[in-house]
Nanobody, 115 residues
Framework: QLLVVERGGGLVNPGESLRLSCAAS????????IGWYRQAPGRQRELVAS???????NYADSAKGRFTISRGNTKNTVYLQMDNVDTEDTAVYYC?????????WGQGIQVTVSS
């Protein structure tokens, strides 16, 4: 199926920036739809941002104006640029890659925003 690998989590202070990366690969050729989700303790997993195979982005209201999702030169590598982070952004962030009937999740990476 699809292998999804996330990188870039860590501990940051409020107001700072960090960038998450998601690399999807597999035996299936094509450009995948990729989304970033997050789940905080006691909360449901929620969409943060997604990007279609054609490059159209979509953002949750909480991410608009602060986060930017984009594709790299390798189209199945997607970045989530997180600017002006807040403590409410603390969560485990998961990348999802989807192509036709296939859908795979990464293992999740921790983002902690704390002073």
């Amino acid at each position: 199926q699809l292998l999804v690998v996330e990188r870039g989590g860590g501990l940051v202070n409020p107001g700072e920036s960090l960038r998450l990366s998601c690399a999807a690969s597999g035996n299936v050729p094509g450009v995948y739809d990729i989304g970033w989700y997050r789940q905080a303790p006691g909360r449901q997993r929620e969409l943060v941002a997604s990007i279609t195979s054609s490059g159209s982005p979509n953002y949750a209201d909480s991410a608009k104006g602060r986060f930017t999702i984009s594709r790299g030169n390798t189209k199945n590598t997607v970045y989530l640029q997180m600017d002006n982070v807040d403590t409410e952004d603390t969560a485990v962030y998961y990348c999802n890659a989807r192509f036709r009937s296939l859908s795979s999740w990464g293992q999740g990476i921790q983002v902690t925003v704390s002073s």
